[in-house]
């Protein structure tokens, strides 16, 4: 069981190009999350999804948007990249969002 | 906003010896307060977790305890070992079933 996969594991982008963030999960979860991870800082939550078909702004969502077409696959897109969405991207899972979190292994992006 | 806070930054303790981090959190309505453990260039991962209807937990070496009056949750961790050298967070849930992350309490153990 693969659990809960991103990609891609790092990526460089220019300033003003987009770019989708992948991640996957095979758990059957219903709910899942985007968070970013800045240096020294605590993770901050940008979209989530509780069910497939529906998505909801987390504390910082400004320059994101996310889709939940199924129940595995929850992209994130960065529709016009600026250099402080420079992070590392955490990918999330739950049964339900009563349920543990588990965390898929990151994206780190850098804008240039 | 929620306004969650963790203490210490920074925790050096001796292999061993006991460790205890702090965290402070403003919704009242938080009723779900976990513990995750990051390892350096890691993902989080659960490592403890509460609900408010119970005051203590323990898993072997390590414990939560919760004091939801005055709005506090501890993580202890006993007979500290090397691999619990890592980044801890605190990230109580609010109301609205989103986890409000501290900034980490990184624990470094001495040999």
């Known amino acids: 069981t693969a659990g809960i996969t991103q990609a891609p594991t790092s990526q460089i982008l220019a300033a003003g190009r987009s770019m989708t963030l992948r991640c996957t999960q095979d758990?059957?979860?219903?709910?899942m999350y985007w968070y970013r991870q800045d240096l020294g800082l605590g993770l901050r939550l940008i979209h989530y999804?509780?069910?497939?078909?529906?998505?909801g702004k987390g504390e910082v969502p400004d320059g994101y948007s996310v889709s939940r077409a199924n129940t595995d696959d929850f992209p994130l897109t960065l529709a016009s990249a600026v250099p402080s969405q420079t992070s590392v991207y955490f990918c999330?899972?739950?049964?339900?969002?009563?349920?543990?979190?588990?965390f898929g292994p990151g994206t780190r992006l850098t804008v240039l | 906003g929620e306004n969650v806070e963790q203490h210490p930054s920074t925790l050096s303790v001796q292999e061993g010896d006991s460790a205890v981090i702090k965290c402070t959190y403003s919704?009242?309505?938080?009723?779900?307060f976990p513990w995750y453990k990051q390892e350096l260039g890691k993902r989080p991962q659960l490592i403890i977790d509460?609900?408010?209807n119970v005051g203590e937990k323990k898993d072997q070496r390590i414990a939560v305890t919760l004091n939801k009056t005055a709005k506090h949750f501890s993580l202890h961790i006993t007979e500290t070992q090397p691999e619990d050298s890592a980044v801890y967070f605190c990230a109580p849930r609010n109301s609205n079933y989103q986890l409000i992350w501290g900034a980490g309490t990184k624990l470094i153990i001495k040999p």
């Open positions: 758990m059957r979860h219903n709910a």
């Open positions: 999804s509780n069910t497939a078909g529906t998505t």
């Open positions: 919704d009242s309505a938080s009723n779900y």
């Open positions: 509460i609900r408010s």
């Open positions: 999330a899972s739950s049964l339900t969002e009563d349920n543990e979190q588990f």
